[in-house]
């Protein structure tokens, strides 16, 4: 009778986390780079958020703080809405475009094939200290026509993404250069 009296209402598990919380996690675990950039017009707060640069969150309120709750939960419900649309598109797409493993994706080509490791190389590095960006180029020696072209990858908040973004490209040049044979071998 009285167990339920005596367990708590509200525990650390259910307890929801606190937007701007959850929105610099979720951004740390993905190696993206948060921005907030705060004006006041009047007696109203702006609150901006950007993930690598790009605004996926707005809110206004007459206190900063308040505003910028509200804008890391506006962005967090648009990053979730990605999320689920690229969830979608993979999933129809199948395993084809696999960018989590774009770099052992082009491992494997390499030792089926019989070619060198792929050569990674540091094209830049830059931007402030709480935003770098990195961009990597990759090159295979192919054994029978010798060095493929470098690829360069897109500017990314990390290495292992730019390399990815790099492989990604490399990938797609090894595919329509060296298309697979009918009988299944490459």
Same mark, same amino acid.
């Given at each position: 009778?009285?167990?339920?009296?005596?367990?708590?209402?509200?525990?650390?598990?259910?307890?929801?986390?606190?937007?701007?919380?959850? $929105?610099?996690?979720?951004?740390?675990?993905?190696?993206?780079?948060?921005?907030?950039?705060?004006?006041?017009?009047?007696?109203?707060?702006?609150?901006?958020? +950007?993930?690598?640069?790009?605004?996926?969150?707005?809110?206004?309120?007459?206190?900063?703080?308040?505003?910028?709750?509200?804008? &890391?939960?506006?962005?967090?419900?648009?990053?979730?809405?990605?999320?689920? &649309?690229?969830?979608?598109?993979?999933?129809?797409?199948?395993?084809?475009?696999?960018?989590? +493993?774009?770099?052992?994706? $082009?491992?494997?080509?390499?030792?089926?094939?019989?070619?060198?490791?792929?050569?990674?190389?540091?094209?830049?590095?830059?931007?402030?200290?709480?935003?770098?960006? +990195?961009?990597?180029?990759?090159?295979?020696?192919?054994?029978?026509?010798?060095?493929?072209?470098?690829?360069?990858?897109?500017?990314?908040?990390?290495?292992?993404?730019?390399?990815?973004?790099?492989?990604?490209? $490399?990938?797609?040049?090894?595919?329509?250069? +060296?298309?697979?044979?009918?009988?299944?071998?490459?």
């Amino acid at each position: 009778v009285f167990q339920p009296l005596l367990e708590p209402l509200v525990t650390p598990e259910t307890l929801p986390m606190h937007p701007i919380r959850e $929105l610099q996690e979720r951004c740390q675990q993905q190696a993206e780079g948060l921005e907030y950039k705060a004006s006041r017009a009047g007696n109203v707060a702006t609150v901006e958020v +950007f993930v690598d640069g790009v605004q996926i969150g707005v809110a206004q309120n007459p206190q900063k703080k308040m505003a910028q709750k509200l804008a &890391a939960r506006n962005a967090l419900v648009v990053l979730k809405d990605k999320e689920t &649309a690229a969830k979608k598109e993979t999933e129809k797409d199948g395993d084809k475009n696999n960018a989590g +493993f774009t770099r052992q994706t $082009l491992n494997d080509t390499c030792l089926r094939r019989q070619w060198p490791m792929p050569q990674y190389r540091c094209i830049n590095e830059g931007g402030p200290a709480h935003a770098k960006r +990195f961009v990597y180029a990759v090159r295979v020696n192919t054994s029978d026509c010798g060095w493929t072209d470098e690829c360069v990858g897109e500017p990314m908040p990390s290495v292992k993404k730019a390399k990815d973004s790099a492989a990604m490209l $490399l990938l797609e040049l090894l595919n329509r250069s +060296f298309p697979d044979k009918p009988d299944g071998k490459k």
